[in-house]
């Protein structure tokens, strides 16, 4: 476990330099005439922070408490920091920046971009907890489309523990790797979004609907999908290995699942030859 510490110096720096590069008339301040900087004073800071101007100036000369959540909050209120600002200011302190932000359903124009400059390549964009947002013609001939579905059931996790029609797709012998893959993933998004409603909700429904989820729920164990190798027995065009990367978007709550043919095999040919049949009746997700 990383024990996070405070770092005085660095805090005490960044504090001066953020006041600096903040106007006054940016918070409704007047400028006056006799300011030696540009910025704002300490005694301003402290009063847009609600907390004691003595307070501040020890906080910026390195022997101040460590400050509390609120009070790192309020200080990147006044300070008008911005996430990845206020995100620097917490660990600083020493503290965990607060839960992550989430783009939820939107897709950017970039992303939507890359699924159509890819098209001979399976592409899906899912959520951190496992909702399917977006994916290209060749991820929806081989892997199914559930776009269109709303709630849990787009979701790769819900639809891997409560549909077993879903298992079909894949070889038996690694179903139990996909159900501890699936669960150490969700246990760490789940952490990240601690309070989050849909977080919240889908997790139970899950514990609700799934003696296997439990079983799996109560070991905590956690690991990010970064990178693995899967096979998928597709119905027109048999088994397809697959290497799939994971890339994140920037905010971390939406990753882009690229799946490419690996290394001297055949799935490059089985997969062209997926273009040209389409869909056909396969309509199963991961």
Same mark, same amino acid.
């Given at each position: 476990?990383?024990?996070?510490?405070?770092?005085?110096?660095?805090?005490?720096?960044?504090?001066?330099?953020?006041?600096?590069?903040?106007?006054?008339?940016?918070?409704?301040?007047?400028?006056?005439?006799?300011?030696?900087?540009?910025?704002?004073?300490?005694?301003?800071?402290?009063?847009?922070?609600?907390?004691? +101007?003595?307070?501040?100036?020890?906080?910026?000369?390195? !022997?101040?408490?460590?400050?509390?959540?609120?009070?790192?909050?309020? @200080?990147?209120?006044?300070?008008?920091?911005?996430?990845?600002?206020?995100?620097?200011?917490?660990?600083?302190?020493?503290?965990?920046?607060?839960?992550?932000?989430?783009?939820?359903?939107?897709?950017?124009?970039?992303?939507?971009?890359?699924?159509?400059?890819?098209?001979?390549?399976?592409?899906?964009?899912?959520?951190? @907890?496992?909702?399917? @947002? +977006?994916?290209?013609?060749?991820?929806?001939?081989?892997?199914?489309?559930?776009?269109?579905?709303?709630?849990?059931?787009?979701?790769?996790?819900?639809?891997?523990?409560?549909?077993?029609?879903?298992?079909?797709?894949?070889?038996?012998?690694?179903?139990?790797?996909?159900?501890?893959?699936?669960?150490?993933?969700?246990?760490?998004?789940?952490?990240?979004?601690?309070?989050?409603?849909?977080?919240? !909700?889908?997790?139970?429904?899950?514990?609700?609907?799934?003696?296997?989820?439990?079983?799996?729920?109560?070991?905590?164990?956690?690991?990010?999908?970064?990178?693995?190798?899967?096979?998928?027995?597709?119905?027109?065009?048999?088994?397809?290995?697959?290497?799939?990367?994971?890339?994140?978007?920037?905010?971390?709550?939406?990753?882009?699942?690229?799946?490419?043919?690996?290394?001297?095999?055949?799935?490059?040919?089985?997969?062209?030859?997926?273009?040209?049949?389409?869909?056909?009746?396969?309509?199963?997700?991961?």
């Amino acid at each position: 476990m990383i024990v996070m510490t405070i770092d005085r110096a660095g805090l005490a720096d960044f504090l001066r330099r953020s006041r600096n590069r903040v106007r006054p008339h940016d918070v409704g301040l007047p400028a006056g005439p006799r300011r030696r900087t540009p910025g704002l004073r300490r005694e301003e800071v402290a009063q847009l922070a609600g907390m004691s +101007a003595d307070y501040y100036i020890r906080l910026e000369q390195s !022997r101040g408490p460590q400050p509390s959540a609120e009070m790192l909050a309020a @200080l990147a209120r006044a300070l008008r920091l911005s996430d990845d600002e206020r995100d620097h200011l917490h660990l600083l302190a020493g503290r965990r920046p607060p839960a992550a932000r989430t783009a939820g359903d939107h897709v950017s124009p970039g992303l939507l971009h890359l699924l159509d400059q890819l098209p001979a390549t399976p592409v899906q964009i899912l959520s951190d @907890l496992g909702d399917v @947002l +977006a994916q290209n013609a060749m991820a929806e001939a081989l892997l199914g489309g559930v776009c269109t579905v709303s709630e849990h059931g787009r979701n790769i996790v819900w639809r891997w523990f409560a549909d077993p029609a879903q298992r079909t797709a894949y070889p038996v012998e690694e179903h139990d790797y996909y159900s501890r893959l699936h669960v150490a993933d969700l246990r760490a998004s789940s952490a990240r979004r601690a309070g989050d409603p849909a977080a919240t !909700r889908l997790v139970e429904r899950l514990r609700q609907a799934s003696e296997e989820f439990r079983a799996l729920w109560e070991l905590h164990e956690v690991a990010v999908r970064r990178a693995a190798r899967m096979r998928v027995l597709h119905p027109l065009i048999g088994p397809v290995d697959l290497d799939c990367q994971v890339l994140l978007a920037p905010e971390g709550d939406q990753r882009v699942i690229l799946c490419t043919p690996p290394v001297g095999g055949d799935t490059a040919e089985r997969l062209a030859l997926l273009k040209v049949v389409g869909t056909g009746q396969f309509t199963r997700t991961r």
